[in-house]
T-cell receptor
Framework: GQQLNQSPQSMFIQEGEDVSMNCTSS?????WLWYKQDPGEGPVLLIA?????ELTSNGRLTAQFGITRKDSFLNISASIPSDVGIYFC???????????FGKGTKLSVIP | NAGVTQTPKFQVLKTGQSMTLQCAQD?????MSWYRQDPGMGLRLIHY???????DQGEVPNGYNVSRSTTEDFPLRLLSAAPSQTSVYFC?????????????FGPGTRLTVL
């Protein structure tokens, strides 16, 4: 099945800093999704990407997937303590309606 | 709308015991699924359903059974719990519409098998 590689696995940043995380695949995908999981909760969709090379924003979050359609990044600007959590990238899986998730990037924000 | 609800929130079982994890959604979503989350492993699909009476296996189905008798409910059954099934279980649902990808997750059930 498809595999997604997320990096870094974890990161510790100071409040106010910008954050960047990546997701790569060995296969081409035309849809990339970014989810966030708050501690003790289920994942929530942050951003859905449907066009290669196009930046999509959601508040302080910006994401894009590359023209090769094999990678995507998520940037968070001016981090705040509530940004703490695990960020997952996801792509449509083996079936049209399934999602395959990466292993996540765990973000810790130091006040 | 309550969204996706899961019960119980926490459960401790002994090896060999059986139990059912409950999942319900009130959004009239056709697609429902179960994932397990283990440290460093991300979310792995156990079983899924595209409508009442239709279920199929995901990536890690062994040791789990599901059924879908109504649109709203999608219970996950462990027939004989094993320590390897200690995990956090998430139920999710979504609309079945081409190009629509958002899945809504429940709050999770934290299961420990001793």
């Amino acid at each position: 099945g498809q595999q997604l590689n997320q990096s870094p696995q974890s990161m510790f940043i100071q409040e106010g800093e910008d954050v960047s995380m990546n997701c790569t695949s060995s296969s081409i995908f035309n849809t990339w999704l970014w989810y966030k999981q708050d501690p003790g909760e289920g994942p929530v969709l942050l951003i859905a990407l449907y066009k290669a090379g196009e930046l999509t924003s959601n508040g302080r979050l910006t994401a894009q997937f590359g023209i090769t359609r094999k990678d995507s990044f998520l940037n968070i600007s001016a981090s705040i303590p509530s940004d703490v959590g695990i960020y997952f990238c996801a792509i449509p899986g083996a079936g049209s309606y399934q999602l395959t998730f990466g292993k996540g990037t765990k973000l810790s924000v130091i006040p | 709308n309550a969204g996706v609800t899961q019960t119980p929130k926490f459960q401790v079982l002994k090896t060999g015991q059986s139990m059912t994890l409950q999942c319900a959604q009130d959004m009239n979503h056709e697609y429902m699924s179960w994932y397990r989350q283990d440290p460093g492993m991300g979310l792995r699909l156990i079983h899924y359903s595209v409508g009442a009476g239709i279920t199929d296996q995901g990536e890690v189905p062994n040791g789990y059974n599901v059924s879908r008798s109504t649109t709203e409910d999608f219970p996950l059954r462990l027939l004989s719990a094993a320590p390897s099934q200690t995990s956090v279980y998430f139920c999710a649902s979504r609309r079945l519409a081409w190009g629509y990808n958002e899945q809504f997750f429940g709050p999770g059930t934290r299961l420990t098998v001793l």
